[in-house]
């Protein structure tokens, strides 16, 4: 299996861009997590789907922030208009159990 | 809000010590704790642990949960300097796979 795959890997973007980050679980896991991390703020949890459906969202800082998945194997993180706080590293994970798989992770600079 | 805090926050050895990492957690609905390992890459599962007292076991690492206390350790014996990572804490409540809240992580650090 591939694992989590996503993309890009890494991301430099001006301030009021938007910016999409995509995702692909592994296949057959049904939960899909979209994580930031950073220095100060380590990772943290911003919107987890099952089946599709987005269960909890609370962690999504702002309205500029959503997220889609379409079908069980994509998922869409956007930040539209981008600000330089949200400079961090944007982590995907599925799981099929409690165990949850990560993938490599999108580095986003925004300038 | 869930917490989860870890100590210490960064520790330097020697290759060949044992080495003891902590976390403590307060959640409402406790499900299960887990460790990750995170070097310059993506967090990778070492253990889940949900039960009381009993120990998870992987090669030279071991970790142990206690419910009533509301920690977990994580040991490490004969450190390597591949053992050189950022270890995380992170504990589920609610139902199913649900999100996870970690701690903000121990850096090891493993000298030859």
Redesign the interface.
């Known amino acids: 299996d591939a694992g989590?795959i996503q993309s890009p890997r890494h991301e430099v973007t001006e301030m009021g861009q938007e910016v999409t980050l995509r995702c692909k679980p592994i296949s057959g896991h049904d939960?899909l997590?979209w994580y930031r991390q950073t220095m100060m703020r380590?990772?943290?949890?911003l919107i987890?789907f099952?089946n599709n459906v987005p269960?909890?969202d609370s962690?999504m800082p702002e309205d500029r922030f959503s997220a889609k998945m379409p079908n069980a194997s994509f998922s869409t993180l956007k930040i539209q208009p981008s600000e330089p706080r949200d400079s961090a590293v944007y982590?995907c994970a599925s799981?099929?159990?409690?165990?949850?798989?990560?993938?490599?992770?999108t580095r986003l600079t925004v300038t | 809000e869930d917490k989860v805090v870890q100590s210490p926050l960064s520790l330097v050895v020697h290759e060949g010590d044992t080495v003891t990492l902590n976390c403590s957690y307060e959640v409402t609905n406790f499900r299960s704790l887990l460790w990750y390992k995170q070097e310059k890459k993506a967090p990778t599962f070492l253990f889940m642990l949900t039960s009381s007292g009993i120990e998870k076991k992987s090669g030279r690492l071991s970790s142990i949960l206690d419910k009533k206390e509301l920690f977990s350790i994580l040991n490490i014996t004969a450190t390597q300097t591949g053992d050189s990572a950022v270890y995380l804490c992170a504990v589920s409540s609610g139902g199913g796979a649900d999100g996870l809240t970690f701690g903000k992580g121990t850096h090891l650090i493993i000298q030859p």
């Open positions: 989590v939960y997590f380590g990772l943290e949890l987890y099952n269960i909890d962690g982590f799981s099929l159990t409690r165990e949850q798989y990560f993938g490599p992770g």
